[in-house]
């Protein structure tokens, strides 16, 4: 393990020395916690902040980008179906959760996933994940290899949970979790919040490390022995997600492309919504508050938005070129939070508002390093209840009101 001088040196590096200033008086193991801390973070982050402001993340050309619609693709319900059944027998595809997120919005103190959806009997979101998948494992009679993205903050809970419920009836042979980065939390300034005198404050460094976080857990030379192609990433939050979807997976064969992305219609040119675009001729997912307003009412000649395909957190990624990419510089996105600190007198203050910046990587820069992404258009009432709040949009009141829509007893 580093050594305190070591770590003196990497810290006054980057301008965070005071992150030893408790140091003498911390025990034994508190001193060895924060070293291994120093050790594990991955600091080079706080050199994006210097460019926080500069042009490197400018953004591109835009063009819209169409999809295989709804229409088209029950138009090509059996090549998609068989090619999609013949994907999963033959183990070319697994799934990606990404359940590493701290669900402020949704302020549960548990991993998301374990929020009870039910109202007159149990229902937990990881649950609702699972049922989704067994409606695939039914139709191909294989289990899907299931890999769940915890983060340092949630991993015991999550895996506990899973284990206390019997993997809600999955087969636990198929289910692996691995742990994602964490990435340190700073002032306006630059300087690193403590949560104690012996822990930086320190968060889940973003969805986008999903495939770097698989290699660094051992889990690629797995992936590739079982002969693995394709692996669908998806978010724990939508409790509708269809996951490893036959048809999906079809299409994407079939089409001859990299990657793929569910999409849903936009309701209007304002909603808040990333979309799927062409970014200089490659896929890419524009933000909405990217978009200009020309760009939002943009109409085509059928008088259809131009950009009208929003993403809801659902890709179909090819391992091989995963691992092309994988050395390649995710960018960093800087993000204003509310980040409980240690104060002077050693008093840990929760912020009323934002007073500082986290770090992330997005799964959905991912898109914009394949040459090619379908772009796949599916029913936004059957497949989309995300639960990112406690009520109103996208929250546990109107995931409830969908499922309910969809057949789903609570
Ligand atoms: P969100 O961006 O909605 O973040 O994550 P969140 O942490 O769940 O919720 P808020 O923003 O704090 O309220 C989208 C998906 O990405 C996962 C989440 O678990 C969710 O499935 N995620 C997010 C990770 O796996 N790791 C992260 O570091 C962040």
Redesign the pocket.
């Known amino acids: 393990m580093i050594t305190y001088n070591d770590a003196l040196k990497l810290l006054s590096e980057y301008g965070q020395e005071h992150i030893l200033r408790y140091y003498a008086e911390l025990s034994d193991d508190e001193k060895t916690g924060l070293l291994r801390q120093v050790e594990l973070t991955d600091f080079s982050v706080l050199d994006d902040l210097k460019h926080k402001n500069d042009e490197s993340g400018k953004r591109g050309i835009f063009e819209p980008l169409g999809a295989v619609t709804v229409e088209n693709i029950e138009n090509n319900r059996d090549e998609y179906l068989n090619a999609g059944i013949n994907a999963i027998k033959s183990g070319k595809a697994a799934a990606v959760?990404?359940?590493?997120?701290?669900?402020?919005?949704?302020g549960f103190d548990s991993p998301?996933g374990m929020f009870n959806m039910g109202e007159n009997k149990e229902l937990y979101i990881f649950q609702c994940q699972i049922n989704n998948l067994m409606d695939v494992v039914k139709l191909t009679g294989t289990y899907i290899p299931l890999y769940i993205?915890t983060?340092e903050k949630n991993n015991s809970e999550t895996i506990d949970f899973f284990e206390k419920h019997n993997y809600f009836g999955y087969n636990s042979n198929y289910v692996k979790f691995f742990i994602?980065d964490m990435a340190p939390s700073v002032d306006f300034s630059g300087k690193i919040f403590m949560e104690s005198k012996s822990e930086m404050a320190v968060?889940?460094?973003?969805?986008g490390g999903?495939f770097s976080s698989i290699v660094r857990a051992g889990l690629l030379d797995e992936i590739r022995e079982k002969g693995i192609e394709w692996i669908n990433v998806f978010?724990?939050?939508n409790v509708l997600q269809r996951i490893a979807d036959p048809m999906f997976i079809g299409a994407v064969i079939s089409s001859g492309m990299q990657s793929g992305s569910k999409v849903v219609s936009k309701v209007s040119p304002d909603e808040r919504v990333g979309v799927l675009c062409l970014e200089d001729g490659k896929p890419s997912i524009v933000e909405y508050y990217e978009m200009t307003d020309e760009m939002r009412n943009l109409v085509n000649e059928n008088g259809e938005l131009s950009y009208k395909y929003g993403v809801i957190?659902n890709y179909l990624f090819n391992v091989n070129k995963a691992v092309e990419i994988l050395n390649n510089k995710m960018p960093i996105h800087i993000v204003e939070k509310k980040i409980p600190y240690m104060n002077e007198d050693g008093i840990l203050v929760t912020p009323e508002k934002p007073n500082g910046y986290k770090f992330?990587t997005l799964?959905l820069d991912m898109v914009h390093m394949q040459d090619s992404c379908l772009s796949y258009e599916v029913i936004r009432n059957k497949e989309f209840a995300p639960v990112?709040n406690a009520t109103g949009t996208d929250s546990v009141d109107s995931a409830r009101l969908l499922l309910k829509e969809n057949g789903v007893e609570l």
């Not at 959760?97 to 949704?106: D, H």
């Open positions: 959760m990404l359940a590493g997120g701290q669900g402020t919005r949704l998301k993205m983060s994602q968060s889940p460094n973003g969805n999903w978010a724990v939050d957190l992330e799964v990112k």
